[in-house]
């Protein structure tokens, strides 16, 4: 170091950790919303943001709260009526008792996520990873510095966990599983069967099974389940969910995690000092949300299912794609790799050719490389135009290339 040149101040070692490849997954949408905003016509099946209005009464006590001058500090662990209104939805789901001090509020199910693996992973610690895993999971892993590691779920069995495989790649550093059912992208949901073999398995190796329900109310076929219901998956789970996708509620951001008892206070502790509270009038109107009946969060789920069911059909009348149809979720994953390019030369060129924007498979791991993930996101006739649109494309790419 020398006077004229000061060393700069050092950020990089932490921050670093959330990049890497899969940081650029959202390229392809970004780039998609960009020539949107500039005038073309695009259709955007990439991120998970459906168009659904969040219902009324919601919205509405959200103004209510505002207007009655709800816009103080919360408790930091999240509102009481509002703990005791997801303990209470939770126990109904699963027929488990699960008490407000188990739950602690945060913004959003990914938040939450990154709070829990901050607690339960630092350096030199692994995280398994079930492939095809959500976006953002390496980085949250590397959250407090440990690392995912990656266990890749067959297609050919449905992405469904293959209990002794997951085994395999437990060692002494192994810290917890991180999983998603119904999965994104794979729209899996878990059989009960898998998932005791997994809450066997974390209870037998002393390590915790972190469960992302956020998809839990898009069930097309099976139940979702949750290891909260399972015999011994209390003790060894934290549960993430969120109000995002079941209320049409992404940019609301709440979300919540359910942590077996004695453990919720470390969550509390670091919402404190993460948050010092989630914004009150939110908590309010979430309060509306979990104590209304399901009669909204239905209707959309039977919408999703006549969308799916129309994507489906339309994508795999199309030679050259192979579908894996999901039983769950908003997304289904596409095999491209017949047609002779990888998912983010697809994906791109789909946008620039087609104006139709997907996810590459990479976002979802390196044996996803050959994939697209797209969402049913929109109505059925703008689904139906966006397979009219992707069918043209694979037919020219064929002749191009024959
Ligand atoms: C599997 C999964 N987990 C978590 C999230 C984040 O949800 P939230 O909006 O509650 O933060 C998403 C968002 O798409 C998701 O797909």
Redesign the pocket.
């Known amino acids: 170091m020398t006077h004229d040149q000061p060393a700069a101040p050092r950020v990089l070692t932490a921050a670093g950790r959330f990049s890497g490849p899969r940081s650029r997954a959202w390229d392809v949408t970004d780039r998609a919303a960009k020539l949107a905003a500039a005038g073309a016509d695009i259709i955007q099946l990439g ?2 943001d459906p168009d659904f209005d969040t219902p009324a009464a919601i919205s509405e006590a959200a103004v209510a709260a505002l207007q009655a001058g709800r816009t103080h500090y919360s408790p930091f662990a999240g509102e009481p009526a509002l703990r005791e209104a997801i303990a209470r939805r939770t126990s109904e789901q699963h027929g488990v008792e699960v008490s407000p001090d188990q739950v602690v509020v945060f ?7 990154f709070a829990i693996m901050l607690c339960l992973a630092e350096a030199g610690d692994h995280i398994i990873l079930l492939e095809p895993a ?1 976006t ?1 999971y390496d980085a949250v892993a590397q959250s407090g510095g440990g690392r995912g590691v990656r266990v890749p779920l067959a297609a050919d069995n449905g992405f469904q966990p293959d209990v002794r495989r997951v085994e395999a790649a437990i060692t002494e550093k192994t810290r917890a599983i991180l999983m ?1 059912t119904p ?2 992208p794979s729209g899996t949901v878990f059989d009960a069967a898998a998932l005791q073999g997994l809450v066997d398995l974390c209870r037998r190796h002393g390590i915790w099974l972190v469960s ?1 329900e ?2 839990w109310s898009l069930v097309y076929e099976g139940r979702h389940v949750s290891p909260l219901a399972l015999s011994g998956g209390a003790e060894v789970s934290f549960v ?1 969910n ?4 079941s209320h049409a509620m ?1 940019g609301w ?3 919540w995690t359910i942590a077996p008892r004695d453990l919720a206070h470390h969550l509390g502790d670091l919402a404190q000092g993460l948050l010092f509270g989630v914004t009150q009038f939110v908590q309010d109107a979430a309060v509306v949300a979990l104590t209304q009946d399901l009669t909204e969060v239905e209707a959309m789920r039977e919408i999703f299912r006549q969308r799916r069911d129309a994507l489906c059909a339309g994508l795999a009348a199309i030679p050259g794609l192979e579908i894996h149809q999901p039983s769950g979720g908003m997304f289904l994953l596409v095999d491209i790799g017949d047609l002779g390019c990888d998912g983010e030369v697809f994906a791109n060129a789909l946008l620039d050719e087609a104006g139709v924007a997907v996810v590459p498979g990479f976002a979802f791991g390196d044996s996803l490389r050959h994939c697209v993930r797209i969402g049913f996101l929109r109505d059925v006739e703008v689904l139906e135009e966006a397979v009219r649109r992707i069918a043209a494309f694979v037919a020219s790419r064929a002749t191009a290339k024959g």
């Open positions: 991120i998970g913004p959003g199910a990914q938040c939450a996520l959500y953002t998603n999965g994104n992302d956020v998809y993430v969120s109000l995002s996708k992404t951001r709440l979300g």
